[in-house]
C-alpha cells in the first residue's frame, strides 16, 4: 500500500492525520487476516506502515508513501528477466519491489539497491546483505560505485512527481547511462501519465509505454517501461 502525497495536504494537517490513520488501520486489518491464513513470503522484517509512516513524517516529499502493495510489487517486477543481469532498484525503501524481485528469480547478490534514507539503507543492508546497497541519491551514483556490475534493467520506487524536472532528468540519465543498452526503467505513478515529462523524454531520446494499472493498489497506479528509442 503507498499513499501519495497531495500538495494540497500541507495545507491540511487534519486530513493528513486522518489518512494516516485510516491507512494504517487498512494495512494492520489486512496482515492480521493474512496471519490467520498462515506467513506470507513478502513478509521480512519490523511492520512496514509502520515504518514507511515514520520515513514520510520525517520527509514527505523524499518518501513518497507508505508501503506499496503486493499487486503493484507484482505489475513493477513483471518483466524483468532474472538470467538477464544484475537490476538496480532506486528507493527501495522498506524493501516491498526488492522481495518482488527475488521471488520473481533475482539472485540477492544481483540486486543494487539505492537508497537515500540512512535509516533505510542500513535496514536494506540488514535485510539483503548479499546486495550491493548504496546510501545516496539516486542522481549522485556513479558506474566506479558498481564496480563491474552493469544493471541489465531498472525498478524505480521514487515519488518523481514530487521532484523538479531537472533532478528527475539527471536520475533517469544517470541510471540508464551505466546500464546495458536494452535496458529498461520500470517506474511507477499515480498519475494520469508517464511521470517522467514528454520534454525529458525528447532530451534524451526515450519513449514510454504503460505496462500494467493496477486497480488493486491503494491509490491505483500504473507502471510505465522507459526504454531507448530506437529509429
Sequence with gaps: MKLKLNPDM??????????????????????????????????KGPPE??????????NPRRFGGFVSGPALATAITAEIDPAAGPVLELGPGTGVFTRALIARGVAERDLILVEADPMLAARL?????QALVLARKAGSVTAD????????????????LNFPDREVECIVATALGFCTADAALYQFT??????????????????????????????????????????
Design 10 to 43: 500541507t495545507r491540511g494537517p487534519r486530513e493528513v492525520v486522518g489518512k494516516f490513520a485510516s491507512a494504517v488501520r487498512r494495512e494492520i486489518d489486512t496482515r492480521k487476516a493474512r496471519h490467520r491464513e498462515g506467513p506470507s513470503e513478502m513478509r
Design 49 to 58: 506502515a509502520l515504518l514507511g509512516l515514520r520515513r514520510f513524517v520525517a
Design 125 to 129: 543492508q540488514a535485510a539483503f546483505p
Design 145 to 160: 560505485m558498481l564496480g563491474d556490475r552493469r544493471p541489465a534493467a531498472i525498478v524505480s520506487g521514487l515519488p518523481l
Design 190 to 231: 499515480y498519475g494520469p501519465k508517464c511521470p517522467v515529462s514528454e520534454g525529458i523524454m525528447a532530451r534524451l531520446g526515450l519513449c514510454a509505454q504503460r505496462t500494467a494499472r493496477v486497480w488493486r493498489n491503494v491509490p491505483p497506479a500504473s507502471v510505465y517501461r522507459i526504454t531507448i528509442a530506437r529509429d
